[in-house]
């Protein structure tokens, strides 16, 4: 049982915890930071770059980032929190484990913007810029992000076990999901081209390779050659983190996707699937022939998914990894 002093306590904190927290719904805008921190921008560019040179691949698993941020609960930075022993973070669910990548190129971000402005801009907003800048950088278009988000206090592991597909996904289950998110059939078959960059492991595709639907059969939408490709990438024994290419231009974001998954060559089965069912073909085969339609549908797709927001309370975190002290009681008197 608590005490009438402990109920008081709690009572205090959580009224001071309203004061510190601003509600993380907020209208976001082109040029949010331009009177706090001028150069936010430059330096988030700058320091892709970097990135690029580093490790061409790691702008890619940036990208993937705004993704599974803003699907589970908005875009709320919730994705880059560590665990801590009393909250499971986001790293080790079900979709993240063994796979999201490149955490330290956020780190960095942020560490160079601290030093610009101290406090100023959230974590939530570095994703943003981070992804949008790394489709500029590999080829793709270039296009103006809305800013002002806020970091949550907390990860939701649970939340992202539930929502975020699996790559066995057929086009169906995806339709509907990316639906709970106002997000249409076209958005899904845009933001999709994501895949344009990057890689995957074996892991994502030994079911569609050895046993598609648990027939014992490989997936039949799948290119004969490129099968033959796929099964020397990962045969039965390998190590499933080894890793294949999205597309066949892995470093560069055009439509080299698009045309792949027309010739049966897409190397997820949530890719191939898009091609396979009636709903999504007629985006894969239009984007596939023209890549500036395929362009501009991304940039609405990432501007709709990155307007998703909680409404939950938040903080502009001073590192992305964990959420700034709490205050202490000493703070009340
Ligand atoms: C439509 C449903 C989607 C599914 C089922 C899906 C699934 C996956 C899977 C399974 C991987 C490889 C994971 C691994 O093997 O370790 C992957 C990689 C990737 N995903 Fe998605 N994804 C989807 C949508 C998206 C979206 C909307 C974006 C971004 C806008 C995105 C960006 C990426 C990127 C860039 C990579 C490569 C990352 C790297 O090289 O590190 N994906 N995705
Ligand atoms: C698509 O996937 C869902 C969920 O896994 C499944 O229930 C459905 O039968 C599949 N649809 C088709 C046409 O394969
Ligand atoms: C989708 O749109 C409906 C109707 O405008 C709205 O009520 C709902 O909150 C929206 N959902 C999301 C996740 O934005
Ligand atoms: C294929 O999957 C089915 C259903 O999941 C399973 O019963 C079967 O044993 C699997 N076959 C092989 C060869 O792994
Ligand atoms: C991949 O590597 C990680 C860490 O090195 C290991 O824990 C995991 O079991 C490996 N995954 C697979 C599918 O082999
Ligand atoms: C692609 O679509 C645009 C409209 O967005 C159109 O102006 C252009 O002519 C098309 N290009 C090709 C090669 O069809």
Not at 43 to 68: C, D, G, T, W
Not at 173 to 202: E, P, T
Request: glycine share 6%; aromatic share 10%.
């Amino acid at each position: 049982m608590a005490t009438i002093n402990q109920l008081m306590t709690m009572f205090l904190s959580l009224i001071f915890l309203l004061h510190i927290a601003y509600v993380a719904s907020s209208d976001l805008r082109p040029g949010f930071y331009s009177k706090t921190c001028p150069q936010a921008e430059f330096i988030v560019r700058y320091v892709m770059k970097n990135a690029l040179i580093m490790e061409p691949r790691s702008l890619a698993s940036v990208m993937r980032f705004q993704f599974h941020d803003c699907f589970v609960n908005g875009c709320d930075a919730s994705m880059l929190l560590d665990d801590t022993p009393t909250m499971l973070g986001e790293k080790l669910a079900l979709s993240n484990i063994n796979s999201l990548r490149s955490f330290e190129v956020i780190d960095e971000v942020k560490e160079a913007l601290e030093n610009e402005c101290p406090g100023i801009v959230s974590c939530a907003d570095i994703i943003i810029m981070a992804s949008r800048d790394a489709v500029a950088l590999t080829g793709g278009p270039n296009w103006d992000v809305k800013l002002g988000r806020l970091d949550s206090l907390i990860a939701y592991q649970e939340d992202s076990n539930n929502i975020m597909p699996s790559p066995r996904a057929n086009a169906s289950a995806l339709i509907n999901l990316f639906q709970n998110y106002n997000l249409s059939v076209k958005d899904l078959v845009s933001l999709s081209g994501s895949h344009s960059i990057g890689k995957a492991r074996c892991f994502s595709i030994m079911f569609r390779l050895y046993n598609q639907s648990g027939t014992g059969k490989p997936d039949p939408a799948i290119d004969p050659y490129y099968r033959k490709e796929l099964n020397k990438l990962c045969p039965i024994d390998v190590d499933q983190n080894v890793t294949g290419n999205l597309d066949a231009t892995p470093l560069v974001f055009d439509n080299q996707y698009f045309k792949d998954l027309v010739a049966g060559r897409g190397f997820l089965n949530s890719d191939q699937t898009l091609f396979t069912f009636h709903q999504t073909r007629k985006f894969v085969e239009l984007y596939s022939r023209n890549q500036s339609q395929f362009f501009e549908a991304f940039v609405e797709g990432m501007l709709k998914m990155g307007d998703l927001q909680s409404g939950r309370p938040g903080e502009v975190r001073k590192n992305c990894r964990v959420v700034n002290a709490p205050p202490t009681s000493s703070s009340y008197s």
